[in-house]
C-alpha cells in the first residue's frame, strides 16, 4: 500500500521501503491507493474514535457494534500507519445482559491504550437510564490489561453518567463526562476522573467537578496539550434556557483549574456538539461546533484560543451547509501549525451524507482539503486521528458493514528530487520514507552520502566542496574537469594558447605555434615583443 504526495508540481507515489526492497522490478503500483478503505467488517457500527499510538506506529479505532436491537458492545480494530488491518476486530466489552455505547480511547506514553464508554449495566426498572461510565485498559495488541479489566468511575451510583471522552498526559489520562447527580435532566454537571495507566489501572481521582449548577451541561470533550506544564482543555455544551452556549476550561495534569471557566460561543443563537483539538507548533487550540442557521439548517463555526483560553480569532464561519452540517470533528498536530476538520453534511434529509475534510490554521485561515466520502449511512459516527510522526491524518466513520477509514497528508517536507532526503525546517514533518539533510532539493545527486562527482556541487551535503572541483581562478572549470592551472584564468582545456610561457590548452606543450617563446636567450620580433 502506497501513499499519493503533491510537492508543487510535482505528484509522486511513495512506497514502504521494506516493501520495495522486498519487490521484483519492474514494479507496478495501481495509483488508486488513498480511497476510502473498510477497517473492520464488524458492524453495524454506529459511535467510534480513533486514536495514535507512537510506540507501535499504529492506530486504535473503537466502536459502538450492534449485535441486537436491545444489545450494544464495544470493539476495536487495529490498523498500521498506512492502512494495513492489524486486527480485523476484536470485542473491547461485550456483555450479553447489558449495553456498552459511546466509546472514546486514548493512548498513553506508557504503551497502553484507555478505552471508555457508558454502560447501563446498573440500571433497574426504577432507573432505567442509570448509565455509569466504564473504562478497560489494553495492551498495544489490544488484549485486556486485567483479566476483570473496568474500571467503575462512578461506584455504580444511581446519577447517570453519560457521553464520556478520554485524552492522555503524560502517564494518566483524563475521562470527562455528563453527570446527572441529581438525577438527571434539567441538572447535568460536567465531572470527570484520572485514570493511572500504569500496573493494572486505578482511580487517581474521581467525581472531580469542572462546571456544576442548576443548567444543563453535556457533551464534554477534551484534549491534552503536550507541553512542559502538561493542560488539558476542556469544552462542552451550556443550555441557559433557550439555546445551548459553548464553554470551555483548562486544567492541570491533576485535573486542578486553571484560570475560570471560558466562554467559546454566547451567540442568540444555538451552537452545539463542540469538539477540540491542540497544535504545539502553533501552540493553539481549536474548537469547532454547529450553530443553527434556520429550521433544521446548521453551519459548522470555530474559534482558536491561546494556552489559557484567551481568544486568538473571533467566532468564524468553517463550512456553510446548503442542508446541514450534523457533525465535525478536529485533529492538530501538523508541523505547518495547523489543524484538520473532518464534517459530516447532508443537502437533504439523509442519508446518504457526505464527509469533507478542511485545514484551519490558528491564524483562523482555511483551505479546502477534500472531499473523503459522498455516502454515509450514519450521521453521528465521524472521527479524526492524527499521527505526529508521519504528519498525517487518519478519518474514520461508521458504516452499515462496519467501520471505514481513509488517510490524508499533513504538511510535509519537501523532497522534490525524489532521492529520499527531505529539506527539513524544522515546522514540516517526515512522511515516513524520508530523511532529513538535503542540501540541494533541486538534484537527486546531491543528498547526505551521495559520492562526490565532477560538478562543482557538495554532492554529499557535508558542507565542503572537494580541492578537485574547486574552481579557483574563476574560468568555470576545475581540476576534475581537466583545468591544469587552478590559478591562471587564461589556462584551461580549449583556451586559446598565447605567449605567456604557460600551457594555456592544458595539451601538455607551452606556447605552440609561436615562433619565439618568451624568455628565451635569441633576438626576434614576435606578437610575444622582442627578447
Request: hydrophobic share 35%; proline share 5%; glycine share 10%.
Amino acid at each position: 500500500l502506497g501513499r499519493l504526495r503533491v510537492s508543487g508540481d510535482r505528484l509522486s507515489i511513495v512506497v514502504d521501503g521494506g516493501w520495495l526492497s522486498e519487490a521484483t522490478y519492474p514494479v507496478e503500483i495501481d495509483p488508486l491507493i488513498d480511497v476510502a478503505r473498510f477497517l473492520s467488517g464488524y458492524g453495524p457500527a454506529t459511535a467510534l474514535d480513533v486514536s495514535y499510538d507512537r510506540a507501535d506506529d499504529r492506530y486504535l479505532v473503537v466502536w459502538e457494534r450492534a449485535t441486537s436491537p436491545t444489545n450494544h458492545d464495544i470493539w476495536g480494530g487495529l490498523i498500521d500507519y498506512v492502512g494495513n488491518i492489524v486486527n480485523t476486530g476484536f470485542a473491547v466489552e461485550a456483555d450479553a445482559a447489558s449495553s456498552q455505547t459511546v466509546p472514546s480511547v486514548g493512548w498513553s506514553i506508557l504503551n497502553r491504550w484507555l478505552v471508555c464508554w457508558q454502560d447501563d449495566r446498573n440500571k433497574s426498572w426504577l432507573f432505567p437510564n442509570n448509565y455509569d461510565i466504564y473504562c478497560r485498559l489494553l495492551e498495544p495488541t489490544g488484549a485486556a490489561v486485567t483479566s476483570v479489566g473496568w474500571l467503575d468511575l462512578n461506584g455504580g451510583a444511581v446519577d447517570r453518567q453519560s457521553n464520556p471522552d478520554v485524552a492522555c498526559g503524560w502517564f494518566d489520562c483524563l475521562v470527562v463526562y455528563e453527570d446527572g447527580n441529581d438525577g438527571g435532566y434539567p441538572d447535568t454537571d460536567i465531572d470527570g476522573a484520572l485514570v493511572d495507566t500504569a500496573g493494572s489501572g486505578s482511580l487517581l481521582a474521581s467525581q472531580i467537578s469542572f462546571e456544576a449548577g442548576t443548567a444543563y451541561q453535556e457533551r464534554p470533550e477534551v484534549v491534552f496539550n503536550g507541553s512542559d506544564a502538561g493542560e488539558y482543555m476542556l469544552v462542552w455544551n451550556l443550555w441557559l434556557g433557550e439555546v445551548w452556549d459553548i464553554h470551555a476550561r483548562v486544567v492541570d495534569t491533576s485535573a486542578n483549574p486553571i484560570g475560570p471557566i471560558c466562554d467559546v460561543a454566547v451567540d442568540p443563537v444555538t451552537q452545539y456538539g463542540p469538539d477540540v483539538a491542540y497544535n504545539p507548533h502553533s501552540q493553539s487550540f481549536l474548537v469547532a461546533w454547529r450553530e443553527s442557521v434556520a429550521t433544521g439548517q446548521t453551519d459548522i463555526h470555530f474559534k482558536t484560543l491561546a494556552s489559557d483560553c484567551t481568544p486568538l480569532t473571533d467566532d468564524l464561519l468553517l463550512f456553510a451547509s446548503t442542508g446541514s452540517a450534523d457533525y465535525v470533528r478536529v485533529a492538530g498536530g501538523a508541523t505547518d501549525g495547523c489543524f484538520a476538520a473532518a464534517i459530516l453534511h447532508r443537502t437533504g434529509a439523509g442519508p446518504p451524507y457526505e464527509i469533507e475534510l478542511r485545514t484551519v490554521c490558528a491564524d483562523g485561515s482555511i483551505t479546502d482539503a477534500a472531499t473523503i466520502s459522498t455516502f454515509v449511512e450514519s450521521d453521528h459516527a465521524l472521527a479524526v486521528g492524527y499521527n505526529e510522526d508521519r504528519n498525517d491524518y487518519l478519518v474514520t466513520w461508521a458504516d452499515p458493514a462496519g467501520v471505514r477509514g481513509q488517510f490524508y497528508a499533513g504538511s510535509v517536507c519537501p523532497d522534490a528530487d525524489d532521492d529520499a532526503f527531505a529539506v527539513c525546517d524544522g515546522i514540516c514533518a517526515l512522511d515516513g520514507y524520508d530523511h532529513c539533510g538535503d542540501c540541494d532539493d533541486t538534484d537527486p545527486n546531491v543528498r547526505p552520502g551521495a559520492p562526490e562527482i565532477c560538478d562543482r556541487k557538495d554532492n554529499d551535503c557535508d558542507g565542503q566542496l572537494p580541492p578537485e572541483e574547486e574552481d579557483g581562478d574563476g574560468d568555470g572549470l576545475s581540476a576534475c574537469d581537466g583545468d591544469c592551472d587552478g590559478a591562471d584564468p587564461d589556462s584551461y582545456p580549449g583556451a586559446p594558447e598565447i605567449c605567456d610561457g604557460a600551457d594555456n590548452d592544458c595539451d601538455g606543450s607551452v606556447d605552440e605555434g609561436f615562433t619565439c617563446i618568451a624568455g628565451a636567450a635569441s633576438s626576434c620580433t614576435t606578437s610575444c615583443g622582442s627578447t
